[in-house]
């Protein structure tokens, strides 16, 4: 086998087998939304979501505007799965996947009746 094509089922295994982790320390702060991805292409947000933005706070808890819609409560991360749970009132109001996460990005799918498609970007806001 050549080194390029054990180097890519090297990956496609670490990928497959969830040995790539998120690190939780980095989602840390404040992170407003940059936009919509739909088929690989990035869609800046509407103008009622412009301002949206959540902030994780290190105790699990957490501040989001969406739409003008202030939402308070706690979020949870299953690191096995890289599922994100948004609790408000002790139920799930929102629940999706990180797809990626770097210190100045974070990109998450929604489980969102009518966004089966779309991934959701955001940018970590200016400290």
């Not at 706070?57 to 949870?76: L, M």
Request: net charge neutral; proline share 2%; glycine share 10%.
């Amino acid at each position: 086998m050549t080194g390029i094509l054990k180097g890519s089922l090297a990956l496609i295994w670490v990928v497959l087998s969830g040995i790539v982790k998120i690190d939780t320390k980095q989602m840390k702060g404040t992170w407003i939304l940059k936009g919509y991805e739909v088929q690989g292409k990035v869609y800046p947000p509407e103008t009622a979501a412009q301002k949206d933005f959540i902030t994780f706070f290190t105790q699990g808890t957490f501040c989001s505007v969406s739409e003008g819609e202030k939402e308070v409560g706690h979020w949870k991360f299953n690191e096995q799965t890289s599922v994100l749970r948004m609790l408000v009132n002790g139920k799930v109001h929102l629940e999706g996947s990180i797809v990626h996460l770097t210190a100045t990005t974070l990109v998450v799918h929604w489980e969102v009746a009518g966004l089966e498609e779309v991934n959701v970007h955001y940018k970590r806001a200016v400290q």
